[in-house]
């Protein structure tokens, strides 16, 4: 019993020294004091709203094909003697440069045939000139009563037979043209200033009539169809049935070795109907020189690059421009009011461009919009402007890159970039 005492003691002893020192340190606690919140402002980035005339940029994507395009046939038979050194695909030609020659023996045999009948044709003629001249003579000596029918006297001056001797002569004529036209057409040349595409002929091989020998296409010039999206036609300027009358220029650039290059080109003409696919009305770019070969310092655009195009627009006034990545959804801005408030404020869009927003309404001038992102929750709080630029300042710089969207054949899904 005795050390059961001892415990009881000592526990009671414990719990009394704990509630001492509590009710001690109750006692000397010290005054509480309450310390007011200090808030401080978000730091934010503002654009400035400046009013401007504009042009809507849009933006579109396709493949560089030839202007003219032809395959070279053979006009007469016969075998391939001799061909040019440059008549190899890839080739360069210059207009009325010769490509190859068949054999010209044959035609050469018809040519001399032709000229022998001419001459046969022009003798017989002069024969008959000489005759109807004589009979003429004689008519004239017969008495008046003897004369009869008109028939008979032009049966009698020869008439009928010096028309006959005429027509033999066109006809002769005619075969020498044919002759000569034949003989001429062994030279195969070059119709306009082309690169040779593909070739189906070489030399030593028997060709006929009709047999394509080579194609070509032209150099001086080439198109791009550029397909245009419905929603994006309010946008340009689209020509009549004749055409652009104006010349409008625009920026055609793509990756070459790693390195943006662009090409000058200008809107040539619309097809005039909607692709039935896509929806899309396709307007045709013609590049001049697309090979350099006038101007050798550029870089040659060859047939198949596939290009992007930036094409400027029709003018729009009163236009605050600013970077896309701050309009919110439904089209939602932050703009900070005169008491540096940041208020949530909805705007209206004339078009989302790849990097760009154009606001038409809801910002005056001189109105301050955040460039900083933030929480929906802030709406209403006191912010600190950090940096303020003008938004004609914010324009984005010349393109020196490619957009981040996939490259895709225009002629194959009509793919617009936005």
Do not use: C
């Not at 701050?326 to 208020?343: K, Q, T």
């Amino acid at each position: 019993m005795a050390p059961l005492k001892k415990q009881v003691l000592l526990s009671t002893a414990l719990i009394g020294a704990a509630v001492a020192v509590a009710v001690l340190l109750y006692l000397n606690r010290p005054p509480a004091q309450i310390a007011e919140p200090v808030y401080k402002p978000l730091s934010v980035d503002v654009a400035v709203a400046t009013k401007e005339t504009v042009r809507v940029e849009v933006q579109a994507q396709g493949t560089v094909s030839a202007l003219r395009e032809t395959s070279i046939m053979a006009e007469v038979s016969g075998r391939i003697i001799e061909t040019a050194d440059n008549f190899l695909v890839g080739g360069f030609v210059a207009e009325g440069d010769v490509l190859l020659r068949i054999d010209p023996r044959d035609y050469q045999t018809e040519l001399l045939r032709a000229q022998a009948s001419v001459e046969s044709a022009e003798s017989n003629l002069a024969q008959e000139r000489g005759r109807a001249e004589v009979a003429q003579r004689e008519w004239e000596k017969l008495p008046s009563g003897s004369q009869r029918s008109p028939e008979a006297r032009d049966l009698y001056l020869r008439k009928p037979q010096l028309d006959q001797a005429e027509a033999q002569q066109l006809a002769a004529m005619a075969d020498l043209n044919t002759a000569r036209d034949r003989l001429e057409r062994t030279i195969i040349k070059a119709p306009y200033n082309a690169v040779i595409r593909a070739k189906q002929s070489d030399l030593g091989q028997f060709v006929t009539a009709g047999s394509k020998l080579a194609e070509v296409f032209a150099v001086d010039q080439a198109e791009v169809r550029l397909p245009i999206p419905q929603s994006k036609l309010d946008y340009l300027v689209l020509p009549g049935v004749e055409g652009y009358t104006e010349e409008q220029t625009i920026d055609l650039y793509t990756d070459v070795s790693g390195e943006v290059k662009h090409w000058p080109a200008t809107l040539h003409r619309t097809e005039g109907v909607f692709d039935d696919r896509s929806r899309v009305l396709y307007t045709v770019a013609r590049i001049d020189d697309p090979y350099a070969l006038e101007h050798p310092e550029r870089e040659p655009l060859r047939l198949g690059t596939f290009v992007n195009a930036n094409i400027q627009g029709r003018a729009y006034e009163d236009i605050v421009v600013l970077p896309r990545h701050i309009l919110r959804a439904g089209n939602n801005l932050w703009v900070v009011d005169e008491n540096s408030i940041l208020r949530n404020r909805q705007v209206t869009i004339l078009r989302t461009g790849s990097d760009e927003v154009f606001v038409t309404a809801g910002l005056d001038e001189g109105e301050q919009v955040s460039l900083t992102a933030v929480d929906a929750s802030l709406n209403g709080s006191e912010v600190r402007i950090n940096q303020s630029t003008p938004s004609d300042l914010l324009r984005r710089k010349p393109v020196t890159e490619l957009p981040a969207e996939p490259a895709v054949d225009s002629d194959a899904t009509a793919a617009v970039v936005p």
